[in-house]
């Protein structure tokens, strides 16, 4: 079935680097690739996305990157800032909207 | 734009007991919603997908008795656990995809249900 991949399951970083999580996605047919941010205890909050027919797009100091020959697409946030800490996550959704979610990754931005 | 709200946000409940949560599409009209389940440190896994005046379409593995998904107007959706047991502890989460903003899916809030 459909599947995605998220590496890593934790990321420490020290405040002002950069981080960068992956995402690897089975379903060929996949055209539309959210990023959630979720804080404790709340809801994931869209924070950027990107659609197939385009390669990278960048809101700020956050950027995604789409691959789709690999099935990749990766997640870039520049000049990390402590209330970045949060758990990030990646996913999939194809023309059906069935929406399939990578693992997670908890991001620590250390002050 | 785009706000969707759940009720409760958290509730406690005794073993054997219903618990119903309500998902609100607030600015919206949503012609479909999704309703997830999400245990401690793990990510979110859909259990239904709800479409207004029809019947729900449930995930493998999960139980359409057990949770019951009305989608009776195109801002609600009322998710249902009948028969609580501990297990069944969790954070409920709902979305709801806004037709004139494509695949975008936005998020509530969530429901955390503790079962006694």
């Known amino acids: 079935g459909e599947n995605v991949e998220q590496h890593p399951s934790t990321l420490s970083v020290q405040e002002g680097d950069s981080a960068v999580i992956k995402c690897t996605y089975s379903d060929s047919a996949s055209n539309y690739f959210p990023w959630y941010k979720q804080e404790l205890g709340k809801g994931p909050q869209l924070i950027i996305d990107i659609r197939s027919n385009v390669g990278e797009k960048k809101d700020q100091r956050i950027a995604v990157t789409l691959n789709k020959t690999a099935k990749h697409f990766s997640l870039h946030i520049t000049e990390t800032q402590p209330e970045d800490s949060a758990v990030y996550f990646c996913?999939?959704?194809?023309?059906?909207?069935?929406?399939?979610f990578g693992a997670g990754t908890r991001l620590f931005v250390k002050a | 734009g785009a706000v969707v709200s759940q009720h409760p946000s958290w509730v406690i409940c005794k073993s054997g007991t219903s618990v119903k949560i309500e998902c609100r599409s607030l600015?919206?009209?949503?012609?479909?919603m999704f309703w997830y389940r999400q245990f401690p440190k793990q990510s979110l896994m859909l259990m239904a997908t709800?479409?207004?005046?029809?019947?729900?379409?449930?995930e493998q593995g999960v139980e359409k008795d057990k949770f019951l998904i009305n989608h009776a107007s195109l801002t609600l959706s009322t998710l249902t656990v009948t028969s609580a047991h501990p297990e069944d502890s969790s954070f409920y989460i709902c979305?709801?995809?806004?037709?004139?903003?494509?695949?975008?899916?936005?998020f509530g809030p969530g429901t955390r249900l503790t079962v006694l």
């Open positions: 979305s709801a995809r806004d037709p004139g903003k494509g695949n975008e899916q936005f």
């Open positions: 709800s479409n207004e005046g029809s019947k729900a379409t449930y």
């Open positions: 600015d919206f009209q949503a012609t479909t």
């Open positions: 996913a999939a959704i194809t023309g059906g909207f069935k929406t399939i």
